[in-house]
């Protein structure tokens, strides 16, 4: 007896999921300080701006958060 398999390759993509937001953050690399997080990125960089005038910290690390999934590209 003979057994042979095939494979079929599909192809894939990702992407970013439909029901789910993006998130913005950010946070100072001297003393820790963060941003309140919204859902654009202007309103965080105005924070970032704002601390900088307050404190004279410019390093921050800014944070996008996105949920991805793996759908079949058609």
């Known amino acids: 007896m003979s057994i042979r398999a095939g494979m079929r390759y599909v192809v894939h993509m990702i992407a970013e999921h439909p029901d789910a937001g993006v998130t913005f953050e950010a946070e100072c690399l001297h003393c820790g300080w ?18 900088t005038g307050r404190s004279s910290h410019a390093g921050f690390r800014r944070i996008r958060t996105s949920f991805a999934m793996v759908v079949r590209a058609e």
């Open 34 to 51: 963060k941003a309140t997080p919204a859902d654009a990125p202007a309103p965080i960089d105005v924070e970032c701006m704002s601390h």
